[in-house]
């Protein structure tokens, strides 16, 4: 008899099982304890305390050029740009340079990531509905390869600060193309009523005007439609309209390119079935190469964006558990397993309702399956990091709670809510860990608040009867 509280796709059938394509790849059971690229999770939590994001740095190159040469495969001229809003830290940069891929950031915090860690300017994207000046400015001096546009007003920004560098500025436009992708709405960034890009209607008078400015050259078209997408035809509509507009806006001057954007989709669960990569590759070139066909342009040179299907599969979050209490409802009882950690260092549950999977990572019980739910240490009732697991009913305090699929979107989205400290990012390869980005301390919190800085002021001083 099913669970009432369960969801139906979840399999309770062995809480300790890793399934497949949710954990990265080549994760196992060792001594019943979780090995992550060759390294025990009790060693690692005894060396760096919990919670820690692991990335498994094999894994992550391996998808990275697993991705590139899908697409190249598929295309004959393509670029693939790491979409470093997913995870961005020095090295994850270098990774994906030496894996072939170039780097697409969207603020100047990201551009200074990418530069500082040694990524060739003319290698990086920058992206952004809302790039301030001063971030123009720092694009266009380090000679950054492409902008992508996304309003009029913007075009202008970037042309006068290229033409004050002396410089001819590479860019391309992002369209709003219409497609409504199959993913959470928050996600999905080609409704027309929101506020990335220009509408298919209005790019041809903003391309006429691009065109007439002399400090920027356009070289094609872009556009996202989502992320966290499954299904392929969504993909394969986006790029008929996109080669369409194309076709018509490089009928008087060609385009050399054309960027579709990232979105695909991975397993957070074992509900989650994504079509290999390979195959989405060759149903996307199916498509491009039947609207170019048929429209009479040649297959323009192809971009892509892929984040979260790098990174994603190549992380895990390590907590431990602190408090484990049944909660007894009309339909069910629950087990609330609390973690020293939450929405902090993972807020995707809270803001698109994001499912994950989670074990215990310090041991295999053989324990019967409880239907349990993962929550945080915040203060808020919405701190959920798991909202249904099964998992061994001896899960106890002091146990290491892994969930999977963390590696993208966790860390880059990470708060200090609650004056919580952010875990530290590290990295695993052939079983040796280190830091790619450090634990932060209270003491890093405090040193921001004047009221400690300054030094002066104390409690009393303050309630006015000193
Ligand atoms: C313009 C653009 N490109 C690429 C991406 C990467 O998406 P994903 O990580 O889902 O592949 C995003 C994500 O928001 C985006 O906005």
Redesign the pocket.
């Known amino acids: 008899m099913p669970h009432p509280l369960a969801p139906q796709l979840l399999d309770a059938s062995d809480p300790n099982a890793l399934a497949d394509g949710v954990w990265p790849a080549g994760t196992e059971r060792a001594d019943g304890a979780l090995r992550i690229g060759g390294a025990d999770v009790r060693d690692i939590a005894a060396q760096h305390g919990t919670p820690f994001l692991l990335v498994d740095e094999t894994v992550a190159r391996g998808r990275a050029r697993r991705i590139r040469e899908a697409f190249e495969a598929a295309f004959s001229a393509v670029d693939v740009y790491y979409?470093g809003?997913?995870l961005l830290t020095a090295d994850v940069a270098r990774w994906m340079r030496a894996e072939g891929l170039r780097i697409?950031v969207?603020t100047g915090g990201e551009l200074a990531v990418a530069l500082r860690a040694g990524v060739e300017p003319e290698a990086i994207g920058f992206?952004g509905n809302n790039k301030s000046l001063a971030e123009i400015d720092a694009g266009v001096a380090a000679g950054i390869g492409t902008f992508?546009l996304d309003s009029p007003i913007e075009a202008e920004r970037v042309a006068s600060s290229a033409e004050r560098a002396g410089r001819v500025q590479r860019v391309r436009l992002?369209i709003s193309v219409g497609v409504h992708a199959s993913t959470h709405e928050f996600?999905a960034?080609s409704h027309e009523d929101q506020k990335?890009g220009v509408p298919v209607d209005e790019a041809p008078a903003l391309v006429a005007r691009i065109r007439e400015l002399p400090s920027l050259e356009l070289v094609g078209l872009?556009t996202?439609i989502g992320?966290?997408i499954f299904d392929a035809s969504g993909f394969a509509e986006s790029a008929r309209r996109m080669l369409a507009l194309h076709a018509e806006l490089g009928a008087s001057e060609p385009l050399a390119e054309l960027n579709l954007?990232?979105?695909?989709g991975i397993a957070y669960t074992a509900a989650d079935r994504p079509e290999p990569i390979e195959r989405i590759a060759a149903s996307l070139a199916d498509a491009v190469r039947a609207a170019a066909d048929e429209l009479g342009v040649p297959v323009p040179r192809i971009a892509i964006?892929?984040?979260?299907?790098i990174v994603?599969p190549a992380g895990v979050t390590v907590y431990t558990v602190g408090t484990v209490k049944p909660v007894r409802l009309d339909a069910g009882t629950r087990a609330y397993v609390s973690v020293d950690g939450g929405m902090g260092d993972n807020p995707r549950p809270a803001l698109y309702g994001a499912q994950y999977s989670a074990r215990i990572a310090s041991r295999a019980s053989a324990a019967a399956a409880a239907l349990t739910r993962v929550a945080g240490h915040h203060c808020e009732s919405g701190d959920i990091v798991v909202d249904a697991e099964w998992l061994p009913e001896d899960v106890a305090p002091g146990d290491l709670l892994a969930v999977a699929a963390t590696g993208?979107?966790c860390h880059a989205l990470a708060s200090n809510y609650n004056v919580t400290p952010r875990p530290p990012v590290l990295a695993v390869r052939d079983g040796a860990v280190r830091e790619l980005v450090r634990r932060e301390s209270i003491d890093d919190l405090l040193a921001r608040d004047t009221g400690f800085t300054a030094g002066s002021g104390t409690a009393a001083d303050s309630n006015g009867d000193a």
Do not use: I, M, N
Request: aromatic share 14%; net charge positive.
């Open positions: 979409a809003k997913a697409d969207c992206h992508v992002r996600l960034t990335f872009h996202h992320s966290q954007g990232g979105g695909f964006e892929p984040g979260r299907w994603g993208a979107y």
